[in-house]
Structures are given as C-alpha cells and as structure tokens.
C-alpha cells in the first residue's frame, strides 16, 4: 500500500482533480488523502464565525458561495450540468449545523469541528465520484468512523492503537484497490466530528501510512520540493534534496509550512519515507524524508508570523519562578496556548506563542493568580539554521529584535512585525 496526500491547492479546480487522475493512473493498492478544496476551509471558518456572532446572513453568504464554487468543479469535470447527490445531501446538512444550531460560547470548538470538516467531505465525495465515473473503482471512506480522536475538538490528536482495528475493518475485504479518505478529520469518542488543526491533512495522511504499513507516503504540492526559506518571504530559496525525520520535525515545528509537525512521529515510528513532489510534474524528484539522509548543505530560514510576546512576573517579586512554572504551564495548557520559544531570567518569563482564541482569558487567568503580564502583539519568530554572519547582520540585529537564542548552529529571533 502507499498512501498519497493531496492538498487543497492541488484538487482547486476541475484541472487539479483531473491532474490527480493522471498521478494515481496504473496504481493499484492506494490509500488517497484529500483535503478541502482551494480556499473552502478558510470560507466554512467564516461559516463559523457567522454562527459564533450570530451573525446568519454572513453563514449564509459564505455557504452560497461554497455551493457555486463546488458546483462549478463538478460541471467542469462532467462536462455539462451535473449535479451530484451526496454534495447536496452535505451542503442541506451543513447549512442545518450553521443556522440551526443553539450556540454557547462554551461550545466554541465543538461547533467550529461540525462545520469546517465539510470541506473534506465534499472534496473527497467530488474526487471518488469523478474516479468512479473516469473507471477507476475506489471506495470512499468516512474517516469520522476511522480516525478516534483524542476527547478535544479544533486541534486533536489521533489515538492510533483506537485507530487501527477500525481502519483495517474498513478497508478488509473490499473488491476496489483504491482507498480515498477526508484528510484533517476524525471522530472524538462521544461521537461528535474532530479536526485535527489547520494543515492536518498531513498528519492524517502520515497516521494512515503508519495504521497500513505503507511502503511510501507522498505529499503532492503546488511546489517542487522543501525549499530552504519561503521564496515569498526570502528571494534565492533552494530546494533540499533530502532531510532527515529529526530535522523534518524541527522544521515543521519553527513554523516552515511544509508540512504539519504531528506528521513526522507516525511514520518515522514505521520508518516510512515520505516524498513530497510536484503535483504538475510526475517525473520531477521532490524531496525525500526518511531516517537517514545527507546533511543540508544551504542555511534554512524559517518565518513563524502571528506570535504574540507575553512576559510574566511574579508579583511578589519572587526570584524563583521556578516554583511558579507548573501553575504558568497548566494554565497555558488550559486555554490551550502553543508556546514556541521561551526565555527566563530570574523574575521574568518571556514566552512566544501562537495568537490564539483564548490569549486573552490566559492573560486574566494569570492575573488573577498574582502574576504581572505584558502582552506585545504583532510579533514573528524567525529561526535560522545554519545561519552566516551574513544572515545574522541582516535578521538577528536590530531594534525590532525583542529576544534573541542561539546555539552554534540555530539562531532564533524574536521581532516585531
Ligand atoms: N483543509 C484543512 C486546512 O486548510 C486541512 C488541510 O488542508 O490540511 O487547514
Ligand atoms: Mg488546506
């Protein structure tokens, strides 16, 4: 079995479902991950928001919108008016979560689960239909049956060991000899619907390359490769030919959007490689991500945007913080913030985290347990590694640096935008 992954650049138009068509021809024993198509998450996180402020016209314009945009696709890949049963059946189901549901703030993520996890089961039920009709037999599988999650909605994590019999049950015994699954969802054990946080496509992708024992995971993108810096943000980007698991991680988790940092566990724990090649161009290598691989040669630049600076301090003065570092962390981990690079002095905590829902509650919530705390927004982590002079006088100097950490290899900056 291999599993292949395809983004949503990659299935946003009729062109790109008909380009996976031609990657897949001649393969037998595929397990396919596909997420939302183009831009659909981003427009049902609006969908959410409309419900979240009550605000139904909004939830109802964003719906229309994913309605036309999806028909669309279809009657491209058909060739004329067509319509497709079971997108219908989803779009009457998902306007009924967005405008009949009795919201409460409490239920924020619970809610905002039920309707961005369409995207996945629209795009996968256009591309099994399309498949279908083009003669290659697949079976669609509802991964909200496949995947257990973790008891938490918006950023779960898969219960692999739960996992695994319901997936292999699912697939045991089936004529066809291709699989396509929603990428970014599963299902919580009560039941309701999980995401597994924004970009989890791969991470699904990865967990099911691990449950199936496959021989190969790749990620078809809209690029040739890992490049070693986002080329929009630093001109001269040079593709990497290969990397190992352990820089793979480090990398995702600095923030390089190449692929989600929960994907690299499940498949390194099965010493699976995973291939992440050009979805316009079969022939070209990409970029391999095994156990093993040749040392990068070039400097890696890392852009992390959105981060917010919080410094906290005792009240009190107290000069061992240490003693107060369980109550700062079980509050982090109760509102749920991502914490990227930390700095300590002996009555400060400087921390850098993702902006998030509930920055601000962490805020009072640390207040109110007699720490001081400055909030600075606006802010963005750069990491380097293998930084030069160069790249050190260029980005890690400057009045815009709040923090700076470095090792012999890595420099991180901390900056305002
Ligand atoms: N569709 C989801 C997102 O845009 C998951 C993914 O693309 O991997 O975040
Ligand atoms: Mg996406």
Redo the contacts with the bound molecule.
């Keep these: 079995m291999k599993v292949y992954k395809f983004?949503?650049a990659s299935v946003r138009n009729a062109d790109g479902v008909r380009n996976l068509h031609k990657i897949i021809a001649g393969e037998e024993n595929l397990f396919i991950v596909v997420?939302?198509m183009g831009?659909?998450?981003?427009a049902l996180e609006q969908v959410f928001t409309g419900l979240q402020r009550g605000d139904r016209a909004l939830s109802e314009e964003q719906i229309a919108a994913l309605r036309d945009y999806h028909a669309g696709i279809i009657e491209d890949l058909w060739h004329g008016p067509k319509r497709l049963e079971r997108v219908d059946e989803l779009f009457a189901e998902l306007e009924r979560v967005a405008t009949q549901t009795v919201y409460r703030a409490e239920d924020a993520e619970l809610w905002y689960d039920a309707i961005?996890a369409y995207?996945?089961l629209l795009s996968t039920t256009i591309v099994s239909e399309y498949l279908n009709a083009a003669g290659v037999a697949n079976h669609w599988v509802d991964m909200r049956r496949c995947f257990r999650t973790e008891m938490r909605h918006k950023d779960a994590a898969i219960d692999i060991v739960a996992s695994a019999p319901l997936l292999r049950a699912e697939l045991a015994g089936r004529p066809e000899r291709v699989f396509i699954g929603q990428?970014?969802i599963g299902g919580a054990p009560d039941g309701t619907t999980a995401?597994?946080?924004?970009?989890?496509?791969?991470?699904?992708a990865a967990v099911a390359a691990n449950i199936l024992d496959a021989e190969s995971m790749s990620v078809w993108k809209d690029v040739d490769g890992v490049l070693n810096a986002d080329p929009k943000i630093f001109p001269d980007a040079v593709q990497i030919a290969e990397l190992n698991y352990l820089d793979a991680i480090e990398l995702a988790y600095s923030g390089a959007q190449i692929i989600?940092p929960r994907t690299i566990k499940p498949l390194q724990n099965k010493n699976i490689s995973l291939y992440v090649r050009p979805f316009g161009d079969k022939r070209k290598p990409g970029t391999v991500i095994r156990a093993m691989s040749a040392p990068v040669d070039v400097p890696i630049l890392i852009l992390k945007k959105d981060q917010v600076l919080l410094t906290i301090r005792s009240r009190d003065f107290s000069f061992v913080l240490e003693e107060r570092f369980a109550t700062i962390f079980s509050l982090f981990e109760r509102f749920r913030l991502k914490t990227n690079l930390i700095h300590n002095s002996a009555v400060n905590l400087s921390l850098c985290v993702d902006n998030s829902w509930h920055i601000d509650e962490a805020v009072n919530a640390l207040r109110a347990n007699g720490f001081d705390v400055m909030k600075t927004g606006d802010m963005e982590l750069l990491t380097i590694r293998g930084y030069t002079d160069e790249l050190w006088r260029r980005y890690a100097k400057g009045p815009q640096v709040f923090i700076r950490q470095s090792t012999q290899a890595t420099v991180r900056v901390v900056r305002k935008r």
């Design positions: 983004g949503g997420s939302a831009k659909t998450t981003n961005v995207g996945e990428g970014f995401t597994l946080g924004r970009e989890g496509s791969d991470y699904s989600h």
